[in-house]
């Protein structure tokens, strides 16, 4: 089984300085052989193959004028193209097999502008990552990385010290300690490490033989079946109120110095502009951590619960996120977030998850006598049945038919 860990790195400003270097390196590589990758499609109409575009990049780092992309660990690049930028192909097409390429209004669109569409604008194409909006981030390979309780050895970094969770202690490259996917990302103003860490699953929990279901929603979190008392929504609480309403004050403050700045349309970045643009991201950064630690605490309320299977549904978040009036609350709830920690947490104890198809009409659908009601709206917060009729909250009432969905 593997577990994830993610612990907060404490590097030097010399160390910091290489690993801002590696992020960068990881995104050339990326944007690179994905310019290679277009341009020898374009030529030869297929895709050179991973393992050679790997081979092309390593003559190039040995090329005059590209002694700086020597300065990082040698793996960091093969990963962006062997393994990151080969796996947004696949899931490109991937999503090419499921749809029809173009859109009638995408083409229709292109019309009017006069531009010429190429495979580039298809739907799902690998992108090209840019220097301001791109994750800052990159690779280290799982066999090199030397762990010790305070320590994490990185190739080319050297020792940097680590704080939070524990990581499993590995001495040497033999060491049979495994990490999987480690990747080091920079969130704000600090450093994280995550990676996946194999252990042996635990045979001894014994789990009860029941079914529960889990609605997601907007007013509350997470209602579920077998608990009483609904999980609220995090972002009611007063703790990320006032964090959203500083949030919007200095992002305010940050919009009114650029103003002032603006010279003709160029705009100056100041000392004090740069100071606000760190605290922005720091309020950000305390933002997502608080929404991620309170749905790793429900999760880990409902799978301790030891249920023999977990139902979810199936939400159709893009879709969603449509509604311009809901849009915000919804990415707020974090509902992808949610189910990818049910999943793993799930699989760890040997519960069985299963999602319910996206058009089961679990909100409309009495569970008592199974009588569906069309006509119910958004508005209804409490499900009244006109066949046997039965009155509960209506999201209580979707938790109970999740609970027994396709139970024969």
């Known amino acids: 089984m593997i ?15 290489l690993m801002f270097k590696s992020a960068n390196v990881m995104r050339f590589a990326h944007n690179w052989g994905l310019n290679f990758q277009m341009n020898y499609y374009q030529r030869y109409g297929k895709n050179i193959s991973y393992g050679n575009l790997g081979k ?5 780092r040995n090329t005059k004028g590209y002694e ?8 960091t690049p093969q990963r962006a193209i062997k393994k990151d930028l080969k796996s947004a192909y696949d899931n490109f097409f991937e999503i090419q097999q499921k749809s029809k390429g173009f859109s009638k209004a995408k083409i229709r669109k292109a019309k ?35 762990t010790t ?3 994490v050895q990185l190739e080319k970094i050297g020792k940097v010290e680590y704080s939070g969770n524990k990581l499993p202690i590995r001495k040497n490259k033999k060491s049979k300690v495994k990490f999987s996917n480690p990747r080091i990302k920079y969130e704000g103003s600090s450093w994280y490490l995550t990676t996946g860490v194999e252990y042996q699953k635990d045979t001894s929990i014994k789990l009860n033989n029941t079914s529960i279901g889990v609605d997601l929603g907007i007013k509350d979190l997470a209602v579920v079946s077998n608990i009483d008392k609904p999980f609220k929504n995090i972002n009611k609480s007063k ?28 705009y100056k970045k100041t000392k004090n502009i740069i100071k606000l643009e760190s605290k922005i991201k720091r309020i950000h950064k305390k933002l997502a951590d608080i929404r991620k630690d309170y749905l790793h605490k429900v999760t880990n309320t409902i799978a301790k619960t030891k249920p023999s299977r977990i139902v979810l549904e199936d939400l159709n978040v893009s879709g969603m996120m449509k509604n311009k009036h809901l849009s915000e609350k919804i990415q707020e709830q974090g509902f992808n977030i949610f189910a990818n920690f049910m999943i ?11 999602k319910a198809d ?13 009588f569906i009601k069309q006509d119910l709206k958004l508005s209804d917060r409490v499900y009244k049945c006109k066949s046997c009729g039965l009155i509960i909250d209506r999201d209580q009432n979707a938790s109970i038919n999740l609970a027994n969905y396709d139970l024969a």
């Open 3 to 17: 577990r994830t860990i993610r612990v907060k790195l404490r590097p030097s400003k010399e160390q910091e300085e």
């Open 56 to 60: 092309i990049f390593t003559k190039l």
């Open 68 to 75: 700086w992309l020597k300065e990082v660990s040698s793996d």
């Open 112 to 146: 009017l502008k006069n531009k010429t569409l190429s495979t580039y604008d298809l739907k799902g194409h690998p992108k090209f990552k840019s220097k301001n909006y791109a994750d800052i981030s990159f690779y280290m390979l799982n066999n090199k990385i030397i």
């Open 149 to 151: 309780k305070t320590t």
């Open 239 to 266: 703790r990320v109120s006032r964090l959203k309403k500083k949030l919007r004050r200095k992002q305010k403050q940050l919009s009114r110095k650029y103003q002032m700045n603006n010279n003709e349309g160029q």
């Open 344 to 354: 793993y947490k799930a699989e760890n104890l040997g519960i069985k998850l299963i």
């Open 358 to 370: 996206r058009f089961y009409p679990s909100s409309k659908k009495c569970s008592l006598c199974g």
